[in-house]
């Protein structure tokens, strides 16, 4: 699922089981939380896919 996937640290979604108190397991999946902003990038603006974690820790910089 290429919709959600950060472009710049590569966090995709990640799959497990949801485990019941009798211990009945189904499946599950969580996906990282990515936005489409518009960025800096080699001094040009472009439209990425980045995770909140990668905005917040400012290895992106939001285009103004």
Same mark, same amino acid.
């Given at each position: 699922m290429k /919709? &959600?996937?950060?472009?710049i640290c590569g966090k995709g979604p990640q799959f #497990? $089981?949801?485990v019941s108190h /009798? +211990? $009945?397991?189904?499946k +599950? +999946?969580?996906?990282? $939380?990515?936005h489409r902003i518009r960025a800096n990038i080699k001094g040009a603006? @472009?439209?990425v896919r980045v995770?909140? @974690?990668?905005? @917040? &820790? #400012?290895?992106?910089v939001k285009a103004v």
């Open positions: /919709a &959600s996937r950060c472009d #497990g $089981n949801l /009798a +211990h $009945n397991l189904s +599950h +999946h969580q996906y990282p $939380n990515v603006s @472009r439209f995770c909140t @974690r990668c905005l @917040r &820790s #400012g290895k992106i």
